[in-house]
């Protein structure tokens, strides 16, 4: 029987305001990230292991083999320190719901917040389990806190049970994963392994190594100004040519209402304007890399159309890659799928393979040379004050990482 140290940890780490500031150009984007980091350091020092702290906010840290073998891969584990900017995280106030009995859950700072079997069916499950929420006035930060808390205790087991038998194992830590930034800046040499596992899905057993391929968009609308009061005739405003082209979306496809599974879409996240200028924002994602092209045309499209109405005004898109499908690369190290599928399959684990309908750091690294699929730790209602973890489920993430580390040594 392990003594686990996940929940303290993650108790610990969720009270540590970690949130994520997409428009900050600093790195990282909140320096309250560095918070979490810190904190993590300290906790790698007292456990003895070699660590650098970045001042991106990244910690790079290595666990010594203790096999005789001498080719064993070395491997690492990841997962990101911030949290969404879409619900607070400030001042959140975990709340354990030992020994789970079913029904629902209303948080108290806000009874409104409820999280019943309805909205999530997969606490149908958790008979027994130690629940984890948060009040009801901010998320939780299970995304991505108990991935870190899983990690943490993984290395905790490796350094303490010399019976654990395993090749180098590696540690990172990443600031800013919620806005596209995680890995913006690894270094690889750092990191300095070669396959690694993310901790960043949702229910036990779930595991992927297929996700979206992602693009950042913006039309830029320049518009024609004029006094208000001697305007006919002569002004074209920003902001209602944008609205125009918001209106203009898919309603019934091409939108996160109305798709589901392996279908992409377009998704408006911010429209930021004055009378002569105005940026709509996008994020455009599918699981076919050359269709995010093809979204990129019908926007392109639609802005063509509105502007037909505005003879003077004019327009400019401006796309960015954000991260690319991991499958395209995983494909060809299919041994790293299977080291997870057999350390579940070892551990009774039921796995569940399946696509993310987003990204994660995995997915950039895995484009960078460093093949990197995703696994559960526990995740649930993430980016909502209805975010909720398990105790049990993390534990089981600290199996399954110590579980992946001696597969790996017994295949060299």
């Given amino acids: 029987m392990r003594n686990y140290t996940v929940k303290d940890r993650f108790l610990k780490y969720v009270q540590i305001d970690t949130q994520a500031d997409p428009f900050s150009n600093s790195v990282p984007s909140t320096a309250k990230q560095l918070n979490l980091s810190r904190e993590l350091s300290k906790e790698l020092e007292a456990m003895g292991i070699e660590h650098e702290l970045s001042k991106e906010g990244y910690i790079y840290a290595s666990i010594p083999a203790n096999t005789t073998k001498t080719k064993v891969p070395k491997i690492f584990f990841c997962s ?15 709340i354990v719901h030992e020994n789970y009995q079913g029904g629902s859950i209303t948080l108290p700072d806000d009874p ?13 499950d958790k008979i027994g389990h130690d629940l984890i929420t948060a009040s009801g006035l901010t998320l939780l930060g299970a995304d991505d ?7 943490m205790d993984a290395a905790y087991q490796l350094v303490n049970d010399p019976s654990i038998i395993h090749g180098e194992v590696k540690l990172f830590f990443t600031t800013d994963e919620e806005i596209g930034r995680g890995v913006a800046h690894a270094d690889l040499d750092k990191i300095g392994a070669d396959f690694g596992y993310t901790l960043d899905s949702g229910n036990i057993g779930n595991f992927e190594y297929e996700n979206f391929s992602a693009n950042s968009f913006k039309i830029k609308i320049t518009g024609a100004s004029a006094h208000p009061g001697y305007a006919k005739g002569k002004m074209e405003n920003a902001i209602k040519i944008a609205g125009e082209i918001v209106a203009a979306l898919p309603k019934d496809k091409l939108s996160p209402e109305s798709t ?10 911010n429209v930021q304007g004055q009378l002569e200028e105005a940026t709509i924002s996008f994020i455009i994602r599918d699981f076919k890399t050359e269709n995010l092209a093809k979204h990129e045309g019908l926007l392109e499209d639609i802005t063509k159309e509105v502007l037909k109405n ?45 696509p993310i309908r987003g990204g994660t750091d995995g997915a950039v690294l895995s484009h960078k040379g460093l093949p990197c699929p995703n696994l559960f730790s526990g995740q649930h209602g993430i980016h909502s004050k209805l975010e909720w973890t398990s105790v049990q489920e993390m534990q089981s993430a600290v199996d399954t990482i110590i579980e992946i580390c001696k597969i790996t040594e017994q295949k060299a």
């Fill in 145 to 151: 806190k108990s991935g870190v808390a899983s990690i």
């Fill in 260 to 269: 589901s599974d392996m279908q992409g879409f377009v998704h408006p996240t």
């Fill in 310 to 354: 505005y003879p003077r005004s004019r327009y400019e898109l401006i796309s960015t890659e954000q991260y690319r499908n991991m499958r395209d690369v995983i494909d060809n190290h299919m041994h790293i799928v299977e080291y997870a599928e057999l350390a579940m399959k070892n551990l009774g684990i039921p796995y569940n393979l399946g």
């Fill in 112 to 124: 409104e917040q409820v999280i019943t079997e309805e909205k999530f069916p997969e606490l149908k």
């Fill in 80 to 94: 990101h320190v911030d949290t969404a900017p879409d619900c607070s995280g400030t001042n959140v106030q975990p």
